[in-house]
């Protein structure tokens, strides 16, 4: 089978494709012939050293859309032949970008057969970061106000649709190119982060998907007793406001509550462009300059 792999850590130029054994299952794992591959800023942070998950020769990739084609002893939830979607813990390194993984079967759901693979593979972590952060830190509730700072990128625009579902009145930061995407996401109320004097208040929750400097610009607006969670900054000072950070993790139950979503036309994946696995360079490239509307994802079968 075909895997990208890097033999050091640098750019998009040390991942190659590679031949390579089938995995086989072991105990509990499934083995899914992955039909896409979906992209995350995790990918190319851990490509490059910034993150680390091991030591080259390393395979990136967390999110799976394919379809099961062994069950190994004491694997439950899925059969041979079901379509599925996950974001699994993998058990040696993450191996997404490949032809077949073995991952745990209780880390995987039925894919939604609305939904395409390569939208499917665009779900998982970047939708259980944004469950996790308004659903179980954040808990949002009916008539809070939520500003999702970053909701065009893929958390971001996963993020406003999940508050939006919970009866929230939903803000949402882009360039004002991007605030018709916004709206046709639910977005009440886009805000334009590059006009100096773009004001906003009263929030409940902040949803912190930007980076520091971002966050510090919107903290101000979060009412006393409101909450921050962030995914990409640590460090915030706002006395009165309760901070949480979340780091996604493997999750079942959100994976589920993400496709009854889908189910009820109340969440889609926005696929801004796909890739050939041998263009996960290219796809990286893209990808960090930043700029990415939803998600990319490379089709693999
Ligand atoms: P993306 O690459 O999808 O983000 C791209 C988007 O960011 C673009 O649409 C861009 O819109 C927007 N953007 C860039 N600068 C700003 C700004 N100053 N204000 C508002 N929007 C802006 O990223 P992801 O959503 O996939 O990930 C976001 C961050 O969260 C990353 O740092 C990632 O590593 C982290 N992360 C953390 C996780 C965790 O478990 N803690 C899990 C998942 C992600 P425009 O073109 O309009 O600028």
Same mark, same amino acid.
């Not at 004001?199 to 902040?206: H, I, K, Q, R, S």
């Not at 998907?209 to 409101?226: D, I, M």
């Not at 009165?240 to 950070?245: K, T």
């Not at 462009?273 to 509307?293: D, I, M, N, S």
């Given at each position: 089978?075909?895997?990208?792999?890097?033999?050091?850590?640098g !750019?998009? +130029? $040390? %991942?190659?494709?590679?031949?390579?054994? @089938?995995? &086989?299952?072991?105990?509990?794992?499934?083995? /899914?012939?992955?039909?896409?591959?979906?992209?995350?800023?995790?990918?190319?942070?851990?490509?490059?050293?910034?993150?680390?998950?091991g030591?080259?020769?390393?395979?990136?990739?967390w999110?799976v859309?394919?379809?099961?084609?062994?069950?190994?002893?004491?694997a439950?939830?899925?059969?041979? !032949?079901d +379509? $599925? %979607?996950?974001?699994?813990?993998?058990? @040696?390194? &993450?191996?997404?970008?490949?032809d077949?993984? /073995?991952?745990?079967s209780?880390?995987f759901?039925?894919?939604?057969?609305?939904?395409?693979?390569?939208?499917?593979?665009?779900?998982?972590?970047?939708?259980?970061?944004?469950?996790?952060?308004?659903v179980?830190v954040?808990?949002?509730?009916?008539?809070?106000?939520?500003?999702?700072d970053?909701?065009a990128?893929?958390v971001?625009h996963?993020?406003?649709?999940?508050a939006?579902a919970?009866?929230?009145?939903?803000?949402?930061?882009?360039?004002?190119?991007?605030?018709?995407?916004l709206?046709?996401?639910?977005?009440?109320e886009?805000?334009?982060?590059?006009?100096?004097?773009?004001t906003?208040?009263?929030?409940?929750?902040?949803?912190?998907?930007?980076?520091?400097?971002?966050?510090?610009?919107?903290?101000?607006a979060?009412?006393?007793?409101?909450?921050?969670?962030?995914?990409?900054?640590?460090?915030?000072?706002?006395?009165?406001v309760?901070?949480?950070?979340?780091?996604?993790?493997?999750?079942?139950?959100?994976?589920?509550?993400?496709?009854?979503?889908?189910?009820?036309?109340?969440?889609?994946?926005?696929?801004?462009?796909t890739?050939?696995?041998?263009?996960?360079?290219?796809?990286?490239?893209?990808?960090?300059?930043?700029?990415?509307?939803?998600?990319?994802?490379?089709t693999?079968?």
């Amino acid at each position: 089978m075909r895997v990208v792999t890097q033999q050091e850590f640098g !750019g998009p +130029e $040390v %991942l190659r494709v590679i031949e390579t054994d @089938r995995p &086989a299952p072991g105990p509990t794992e499934v083995l /899914v012939r992955v039909h896409a591959a979906g992209i995350n800023p995790v990918d190319w942070k851990t490509r490059a050293h910034e993150v680390f998950m091991g030591e080259p020769p390393y395979t990136v990739g967390w999110d799976v859309s394919g379809v099961v084609e062994e069950l190994g002893f004491g694997a439950t939830g899925v059969d041979v !032949g079901d +379509e $599925v %979607l996950g974001m699994p813990l993998f058990p @040696r390194q &993450a191996a997404a970008y490949a032809d077949y993984v /073995v991952a745990p079967s209780r880390h995987f759901v039925r894919k939604p057969k609305g939904l395409s693979h390569a939208e499917a593979a665009g779900l998982p972590l970047a939708g259980l970061t944004a469950w996790q952060a308004l659903v179980d830190v954040a808990n949002v509730q009916p008539g809070q106000r939520v500003l999702v700072d970053g909701a065009a990128g893929g958390v971001g625009h996963l993020a406003v649709q999940i508050a939006k579902a919970r009866g929230a009145y939903v803000l949402g930061t882009a360039s004002a190119p991007k605030h018709e995407f916004l709206r046709s996401l639910g977005v009440d109320e886009p805000v334009d982060y590059r006009d100096p004097n773009a004001t906003v208040t009263g929030l409940d929750v902040l949803a912190a998907t930007v980076g520091e400097e971002s966050t510090s610009r919107w903290l101000p607006a979060v009412r006393h007793g409101g909450i921050v969670v962030t995914v990409a900054a640590s460090q915030i000072d706002a006395p009165g406001v309760r901070h949480r950070q979340v780091l996604v993790e493997p999750d079942q139950i959100g994976l589920t509550g993400l496709v009854e979503l889908i189910g009820k036309g109340q969440l889609k994946v926005h696929v801004e462009q796909t890739f050939p696995l041998e263009e996960a360079g290219k796809a990286h490239e893209l990808g960090e300059a930043g700029r990415v509307t939803g998600k990319l994802v490379l089709t693999v079968a």
